[in-house]
């Protein structure tokens, strides 16, 4: 441990908190608690690690200034950066926020033309880039929202849950999710869609008490892959590496997630161009309705 | 003989090569927006647009003062990247080396194809002698 006066904003007997995204709060939990020990001892400071089960719990303790590292999800650590002065700072190497249209390996749904006329949909929350995924690709192929319901499960993992137990037809899965499930639960689920984007990621945000140090911890986490115990706890938490956010990154996903908080999706094209459209050619700004 | 970059008859190229690809029309068979392109450092070569309705393009040419859903700009340099395939339609969105003005959740949703798009641009015979 540090002795005496540290940069983090206080004395060697401060102790900082740690959190991550709540889908963590399932089988790989083991590792980000060894995780919290090796970044207090890289770091040279003291901090706790706990889990949050739901996005609501963990982000009003975030919000209200509980923690001072937070692995988050993209639209959350927008919030955190904005509401409660977070940078993010790292995000996994060449990992990305994919999402997984899936359905109970016994449905008869198997592929997107099968979905019913009403659907009930599992996900985590409205309030996350999965779920904005989600919708981009029932959209993409021309389901409309008006047949969708939702049942919000509070967690990424509960989706996964509810999809097996029967509560909902359709489940939007966060690709890291289905990938760490248990082989039973992957064989009991079907993906019918997958988004490929490459453009959303969680990052580690650090808050007010550790930005301080914030060169030192980007320079820990980036580090990981150099020696052995480091690429031991990534193995365990499932990441090949860690890289720095670029402020652009910052940049583009700050928009889209306020885009989207906001209720902003399109543009009503009547009000952006010159050419007359009929107002029944539009469901959505920007989209024709399919053919009926 | 190649057509100049960013003039009218290179934006009606590019307009006939999105409406002969077959992935561009699958996943903007109900796409609408019009939406103009630039060069930052050559404010001398005036802006092009193009206007798509139902997934085809409608108009090709000069920027004509009707609003714009989306506007790309960037410098001749980085458009000679986007076009040899240097740097992708995506990677220069994302990089922020290609400036965009408009909904970041609509380009976020067709960003497949406008990718293609984008990446396929260099497949146009151009002439960046402007």
Redesign the interface.
Known sequence: MREGNDPVGGTSAEILALTVDPNYSGKNLPAWFLFNTYLQKHLGLRMRFSPFEDFYACRKAILGGQYDLVYANPFDWVQYRDKAGFEPLVKPREHYDEVYLCVREDSDIRSLADLPERLRIASASPETLVH?VGL?LL??A?VDRARLDFHFTGSYRSVLQALLQGQAQLGFVFNEVFDAASSVVRKGLRVIARS????AFHAFCAGPRLLPRREELVHVLCAMTEEEGGRRLLADLGFSGFAPV?E??V??LT??AE??ISG????D?R?????A?DDT??VVA?????DT | MAAKFMSTEWIRQVGKQWDNHPEIQKDLKHFNATWEYYIEDRPDIPHVMLFCKAGKVIYAGPSDGRRRDFIMWTTLDNWKKILSGELSGKAALMTRKLKFKGSMMTAMKYMTPFNIHLNILGEIPVDFDI
Request: aromatic share 12%; glycine share 0%.
């Open positions: 904005m981009f959209d993409r021309e490929d984007d490459a453009f670029a652009s990154e940049e583009c928009v889209l885009e989207y902003h999706e399109a543009i094209i009000a952006t161009s010159s050419v459209v050619a539009f920007r989209e024709d309705p399919p």
